[in-house]
């Protein structure tokens, strides 16, 4: 007789490890970002242009507020297909580029580095392989210390990239600025906030799943940096459940997709203080066209209009800041739906075709690495991870990516 027991895999594990993750990284990269911060504060550059793809580009858009809130100079995020495009007026010796991946394998943003290096910007690489390609085009690099994540769908590393940046923009600001130095003390404590945050969330959406699965297309809206959230969850929900999923800014929801939705939509308000009046006016229009609903608020956040469901979270945090706590349930929700339509969230359909579209001629992904992969320690030869709180499947399948 087989017992009835939910699998669980290896992206529950990341997601439960990005906070101790993400307070690895920001001590271990002080010194280098003050560096890069003293250069921006000392007027060495004229614009500051962020670049990336995938997962890696909506960390930077989560971050781009609290950069343009601190930067002297203009900042602007490019997704790296188009930075090839930009004008050789925006990218030369007074420019600092910050292109972030976290395998640092990706073509187009290893390419995107380059070409800005050899117009003489400097290039700073935000990634967690410190042999990769990005790191060896770059003028600097800030190695992330999530370790290695083998799963497709990234989730703590989304973490630790979006954590950093913010970081790093907290950096531009004046040493002596109260909000700066309160800012940096909120971020220092934001992974006790995401442990709480996990905590309480992941019982509360195990609650919800009977009702939410059964929707066959996902709408997240957001607005400033939680628009990064809004973008990253649509990537993930489709990336790992194969359900249609869109990410929007919570003003832009109210034009085209409205007039498109359904009962079959699930509608998901990522709802903060400043866009409460738009989120609420989502919120209404969608149960009125019979869509059903979810607004996930920060503590205190009070709404006046009525929604299928809410989820509240533990804490309030800074605006410019609020995305790495908005990150958490939306990565339990892409894991749970996953598994909850009977899917491996470790190793989606699509994987190896992505893989092979995204990685540059003769690269690989880091976990794929004999010497990653066959390391001693914490991950044996398969990549899976032994400690006496990992997670297996109980079916017996291998989960990890290169099984």
């Not at 034009?255 to 998901?268: F, K, Y």
């Not at 066209?289 to 503590?299: M, N, P």
Request: aromatic share 6%; hydrophobic share 40%; proline share 6%.
């Amino acid at each position: 007789m087989t017992d009835n027991v939910t699998p669980k895999y290896h992206m529950l594990d990341y997601i439960h490890e990005a906070p101790e993750s993400l307070k690895l990284t920001l001590e271990a990269n002080e010194d280098l970002i003050e560096r890069v911060g003293e250069r921006v504060r000392r007027g060495e550059f004229q614009r500051i242009i962020m670049t990336a793809i995938g997962s890696s580009y909506t960390a930077s858009v989560m971050a781009a507020p609290l950069f343009g809130f601190y930067s002297p100079v203009p900042i602007q995020v490019v997704e790296s297909s188009e930075f090839s495009g930009l004008p050789s007026r925006l990218v030369n010796e007074k420019t600092l580029v910050i292109a972030t991946s976290r395998s640092g394998e990706r073509e187009l943003v290893s390419d995107s580095l380059k070409e800005a290096v050899q117009k003489r910007a400097y290039g700073v690489a935000v990634t967690g392989v410190e042999d990769s390609l990005l790191a060896q085009h770059a003028d600097l690099t800030i190695i992330t210390r999530e370790g290695p994540e083998i799963t497709f769908p990234k989730t703590k590393s989304v973490v630790v990239c979006a954590g950093v940046l913010m970081r790093l923009a907290l950096a531009l600001g004046p040493p002596d600025d109260t909000t700066v130095n309160r800012r940096l003390l909120e971020l220092k404590d934001m992974p006790a906030v995401l442990e709480r945050t996990l905590e309480q969330v992941e019982s509360d959406l195990q609650a919800l799943l009977p009702t939410i699965q059964k929707s066959n297309l996902v709408a997240i809206t957001g607005s400033g940096g939680i628009y990064g959230v809004a973008l990253e969850a649509a990537i993930k929900v489709q990336e790992a459940s194969c359900i249609p999923s869109y990410g929007y800014r919570t003003s832009a929801f109210l034009n085209g997709p409205v007039c498109a939705m359904s009962p079959e939509w699930l509608v998901i308000c990522l709802m903060a203080d400043k866009d409460k009046f738009l989120s609420q006016k989502v919120v209404g229009i969608s149960r009125g066209r019979g869509a059903c609903t979810l607004c996930i608020v920060q503590s205190g956040l009070v709404i006046g209009v009525r929604s299928d469901y809410c989820l509240t979270l533990p804490a309030k945090v800074d605006d410019l800041l609020a995305a790495l706590v908005y990150l958490a349930p939306m990565q339990l929700l892409a894991y749970s739906l996953t598994v909850a339509r009977g899917m491996n969230p470790d190793t989606p359909p699509s994987m190896n075709s992505i893989l092979e579209a995204v990685l540059a001629r003769g690269r690989e992904e880091p976990e794929f690495r004999k010497e990653l992969t066959q390391r001693p320690g914490p991950y044996n030869t398969k990549g899976t991870k032994v400690n006496a709180h990992a997670r297996s499947n109980p079916t017996g399948e291998q989960n990890s990516i290169n099984g």
